[in-house]
């Protein structure tokens, strides 16, 4: 359980960097970014919400599961593990939004813009609060269209944020699996991947630096005792050493 505390620890504290170099600095979000880079940005985060996000959960599970190299049962075992974990962590995540009830920063600019107040947009239903945003933006041509019509499919709630508690609860299940399989490739890319959906986050005017630095740390101890329950339940997570040469060697044959 130690290893694989220090392991997803570490991960969690490279995740960490960016949130909170953004909120230490005291940056707070405004609309006007370049489109482009807005654009790449949203699809980006597409890549977390449905319904890419469960292509995105079953792609990532198939990986996991080739690169472990588990037998069908412990294979079937594990891919439940993961499944639990990710749910799990999104059922938190929709608890705690209804009891904080934060406004995302799009919808404190609307405020501060005087369009609407923030306690009677939420006071709305989620389907009026759509058409209100498309009503009130329809005009306002400098805010791109794939961003207004994000605003108005995503109007809930801003504290924690699914989007990073599924992004994060990725890259720390492949620190915490991958790692003893020298899959570093795979690991640096799931953290590439996670801060990138975490700053999209930030820049399409969905959510505060604290939902990113509160959802990690949900997801760091989420995935902390998934990892120590694959361990348990699936076997050991090191494979013997003739084992990882074998491997090796396989993965870079041509």
Known sequence: MLSIAKRTTAGAAMLLIMPLAVW???WNWEPGQSTVWLHFLFWLTETVTQPWGIITHAALCAWFL?????????????????????????????????????PRPFVMWLEKTDH???????ALK???????????????????????????????????SGHTMFAASWALLGVGLLWPRRRTWTIAILLVWATGVMGSRLLLGMHWPRDLVVATLISWLLVTVATWLAQRLCGP?????????EIVERDQEP
Do not use: N
């Open 116 to 122: 609407i107040q923030a306690e009677e947009f939420y």
């Open 126 to 160: 989620r389907k009026a609060r759509g058409d209100w945003v498309k009503s009130q933006l329809s005009s306002q041509h400098d805010i791109p269209t794939f961003l207004r019509k994000h605003w108005q499919k995503e109007t809930g709630f801003a504290f924690p």
């Open 24 to 26: 230490i600095s005291g």
């Open 66 to 102: 080739w690169c472990l190299r588990f037998r069908l049962k412990p294979a079937l075992m594990l891919f439940a593990i993961l499944g639990c974990a990710i749910l799990l962590g999104q059922g938190v995540k929709s608890f705690v939004k209804e009891r904080v009830q934060e």
């Open 237 to 245: 997570l090191t494979p013997p050493v003739d084992e990882v040469q």
